[in-house]
Every structure is written in structure tokens, then in C-alpha cells.
């Protein structure tokens, strides 16, 4: 488990700066597999779809990434269906990147081993 994994997300207060470009990689590194793209208001979110054998697997993980948002207090945005998820991550209250996303991005990869 990464470091990153053991921290907790912590509130973070409107007005706050996100992570500049330079920061977001540095973060990047921390985790395993995830992109980084804007959308179109131009701000920075990560993003990482997983493949699955069925529907069923796919909801399971889903579920799964539920149970850590909520004891983290950070929430994605998730898409699934058939096969796949895709988690969509970023920091609404500072419009783009937080510590928080990479923290939950780890947290992610380490409970469910995809």
C-alpha cells in the first residue's frame, strides 16, 4: 500500500487553490494506472476505468468504492455497466485536484486489487 493510502481526506474549504500541474504529477505517481484529463470548464480531474468478467463484478466493485468514499468523506463520480467502471475523481470545493483525489485514488487500488 502506498503512503498516500494510509492518510485520511480531509475537508477542504472553497476558495482553496487546487494542485497546479506540476503537483498533480508528482501525485500521479502514487497511484497505479490512473489519467489525468480536464473537462470542460478546464479543470483537472483523474480517471481510470476497470474491466471486469460480467455485470455482476462490476457492481460489486462499485459497491466497494461506495463503502471507501463514505468512510472517506470524498465522493466520485462512477459510471458502470457490463464489464467496466470508470471512476471519475476530483475536488469539487477547489475546482480540480486535491490531495484528497490521490488520497481516495490510492485508497481505491489497495482495497480492491484491480
Not at 94 to 99: A, D, F, P, Y
Request: glycine share 6%; aromatic share 12%.
Amino acid at each position: 500500500m502506498s503512503d498516500i493510502a494510509e492518510k485520511k481526506c480531509v475537508p477542504c474549504e472553497v476558495g482553496l487553490p487546487p494542485l497546479d500541474y506540476k503537483e498533480i504529477h508528482k501525485y500521479l505517481k502514487k497511484v497505479n494506472g490512473w489519467n489525468i484529463k480536464t473537462n470542460e470548464k478546464k479543470n483537472y480531474f483523474i480517471e481510470k476505468e476497470f474491466i471486469f468478467k460480467n455485470f455482476i463484478e462490476s457492481q460489486k466493485f462499485v459497491n466497494l468504492v461506495g463503502e471507501i468514499s463514505e468512510k472517506e468523506g470524498h465522493h466520485p463520480d462512477i459510471a458502470f455497466g457490463w464489464g467496466y467502471a470508470r471512476i471519475k475523481i476530483l475536488t469539487h470545493a477547489v475546482k480540480g485536484l486535491s490531495e484528497n483525489d490521490f488520497i481516495l485514488a490510492s485508497k481505491i487500488d489497495a482495497k480492491t486489487n484491480v
